[in-house]
């Protein structure tokens, strides 16, 4: 038996407000495998985006683990695992404002220490790729639209070279045309580069894109028929 | 180098925020600057001044002391009976000799006060009689002054009076040489080599008789008195064309007392170069062999306290300006920095979402505000050298003119620390300085440097503290 990509073990993971304590997840356990594309559907409130923080590093469970290639990602260092293993692409508060959609790229490149590449090349190719203009490279992120500023986001993320690829509603400004065109994106880093890609969408023309679909129900993970 | 890169991006891409952080570090960084020129320009004065005038210190006997040491009666070194206090209450010459020889003492004088009566041939300078029925007979004789060094009496280191003939007195004088004023020469007919007769200026107790002896004193210098006659009646030991100046020996012969080569002496005054080389020379007169609790030494700095009190003040403002200006400019910044931090979280959660470390997060906050604080330094050394002559000026204005005020309501009143009044006539008369010289000197900058960099990195790394407790995840996702 293989060790998974990333595996969730147990997890659970409650609020505490004042008197109030909130369990937002309830042993929820999954393995993730690479080359293959994830949607985490469920209706709001139900705890996708805690389970895509929990995942992707940017918080701990209250009970459980997430191990990335067997090993728990707090002993890893969630900063590290952030930083080497996993990119996540956010609803919003996505670009760093003061900077242009390149700037941007090759900023991520750098804290990520991305080797071997040349960085600002590299940053074209992939604002070219999700359909960035030369033009709306070198201008600040807010001049973009909200649906440019969403591809720039992703491009930073690609950039990153990373293992398994976050994204939280990642088409949800974009059009129809452009929207397909990420999942494209998004369904060859999979299957092409054999990278891990975890989606949490309410959309079913990208559910419909991914290799499996997951039900995030009253706290627990369940694989969808 | 990632973090120095985002500082850039991120100053010159919010180029009103940044001008405002400048701003505001330009006007901490001159207040401070100024405050810090306008101390040194004080203490450089104060140190001139220092050097200038000195600080006198006075000995003389204290009866009192001498009273409780049971020493009032005893005899001098000679066996001879020293009169109603006895000769422990003598100031000897020798000994203040000695102490003059002190390497702290810059200049040193003493004194004997005495008077003297006319005789058929050396006649008071009166131009106006004394009124009919006045009975001055008290007051018509001349007021003579025994001196060490004619060099050292105010009046002629201050240019009131001046040589016109012949020399002054000195250490070396002998002791019927005499200095009179050049109207008393022209009344009497005197030249220099020429030869004055005196009497003893002391009148006689009850049933003695007076001493009618002459004494005759040789005129070696002629001095012309800066002041003028009045054109009315003033007693004539008063008048200064009546002032002779002698030797302390001279003198004594005029009280009436035997002259000797240690001679008594009512006062004596060194100058020092500094107040507080006093101890020292307390040191050196009892190593000189001087009872101190007899023969107190005290010191007058009134002279340069004059000089430098409304500077010093000024300076003490500018001292309580720079420490209100660090903090209040520590706390303002430190509230910005703070609103910052608020106003970016997303960006810092973004950075923090990419595995950035939050030392560096911190590292970048500090390159930013301190580019900044560089700036404003050295925009603050091209300005507050201005600023703080202008304001500097004015501060010492208006303090020289509260003191020139307290002085005027001052004078006339007895200085308790110089009961003779003998300290503060051998002082020149001191003005406060009005004047400030503002220098900017590598120091300066290096201090306001040092100031402006500590109040940038205070003001970061206090509301920083908050940027470590961050979690990305409550900055970046909604918690579902």
Known sequence: ?225 | MNLFKRAWWRLTGHPGKTLMLVGLFFVICTLVLSGFLIRSAAARAADGAKKSVGAVATMQLDVNALINSGKNNGTGPEGQRGGTIGSHGDLRRSLVNRICASSVVRRCNYTTDSGAFPTGSTKLYQPVPAPRGQDSRGTDLFKVDGIRDLKAVAAFRNGDATLVAGHGIGPHSKRDEIVIEERLAKRNGLKVGDTAKLKVGELPAPGQQADDREHAFKVVGIYRSGTADTGSYVPAMVDPANQIYATPDGASTLLGKGAGADGVLKQATFTLDDPKDLDRLKKDAEAAGADLEIFPLSINDKQYQTLVGPITKTADFATVTVWLVAVAGTVILALIVASNLRERRGELGILLSLGEKKPKLLGQHLVEVVACAVLAIGLAGVCSQFLSQAVGDRLLASEVSTANQAAANEAGRRDPSDPTGMAKKDQLEAKPIDAMDVRLGSADIAKVGITGLGIAALATCIPGARVLRLNPRDILTKGD
């Not at chain 1, 990333?6 to 997890?11: E, G, K, R, S």
């Not at chain 1, 067997?70 to 670009?95: K, M």
């Not at chain 1, 990520?112 to 940053?123: H, L, P, S, W, Y």
């Not at chain 1, 999979?190 to 039900?215: F, M, Q, R, Y």
Request: hydrophobic letters at 35%; charged letters at 25%; a positive charge.
């Open chain 1, 1 to 225: 038996m293989t060790t998974p990509l990333l595996a969730l073990t147990d997890l659970t993971r409650t609020y505490s407000g004042g008197n109030r304590r909130r369990t937002v997840l309830k042993s929820v356990s999954y393995a993730f495998e690479s080359g293959r594309m994830y949607a985490i559907v469920g209706p709001s409130g139900s705890g996708k985006t805690t389970l895509l923080s929990l995942a992707s590093g940017l918080d701990s469970p209250t009970t459980g683990s997430v191990r990335f290639h067997g090993r728990d990602i707090a002993e890893l260092g969630l900063g590290t695992y952030r930083n080497r293993h996993a990119a996540t692409v956010f609803q919003s508060l996505n670009l760093l404002t003061y900077m242009n959609a390149v700037q941007n790229v090759t900023s991520a490149m750098e804290i990520t220490g991305v080797r071997g590449v040349r960085r600002r090349e590299r940053a074209h190719e992939l604002l070219d790729l999700l359909g960035i203009e030369p033009a709306d490279r070198t201008r600040r992120t807010l001049q973009l639209s909200g649906g440019q500023q969403q591809r720039v986001a992703i491009a930073r993320a690609l950039a990153c070279e990373v293992d398994i690829l976050f994204a939280d509603e990642p088409t949800g400004s974009l059009d129809h045309e452009t929207a397909a065109g990420i999942i494209e994106v998004f369904r060859k880093l999979a299957h092409d580069d054999g990278k891990c890609v975890i989606v949490v969408t309410h959309s079913k023309e990208v559910a419909n894109a991914c290799d499996e679909v997951l039900h995030l129900k009253r706290g627990k993970l369940v694989p969808q028929d």
